[in-house]
């Protein structure tokens, strides 16, 4: 099973993304969202290195604040 993360968008370089999330910056490509308007500050679902949706700050909260939920505070599924 493969999980989106909500990431924000840091800096745009034509169909990559320099983008953030709880501390972690990686390289995502744009190439799903090529006709959409994004720009730093955005956020998007990124899955597998790609982001597959754009979303709200407030989506993006709520997705973390269900992720920590599922993973528990140890991170580790609960087990």
Same mark, same amino acid.
Do not use: H
């Given at each position: ?16 993304? =320099?983008?953030? $999330? ?7 490509? +744009? @190439?799903?969202?090529?006709?959409? !308007?994004?720009?730093? &500050? ?11 949706? =754009?979303?709200? $700050? ?7 604040? +269900? @992720?920590?939920?599922?993973?528990? !505070?140890?991170?580790? &599924?609960?087990?």
């Amino acid at each position: 099973m493969c999980l989106a993360v909500p990431m924000q968008i840091e800096s745009v370089d034509r169909l990559v993304a =320099r983008c953030r $999330a709880r501390g972690v910056e990686r390289e995502v490509s +744009l @190439l799903f969202l090529q006709d959409e !308007e994004l720009a730093p &500050g955005d956020y998007v679902l990124v899955q597998l290195g790609k982001a597959i949706q =754009r979303v709200t $700050a407030e989506e993006a909260k709520t997705s973390w604040d +269900l @992720l920590e939920e599922i993973l528990g !505070e140890g991170g580790n &599924g609960g087990e």
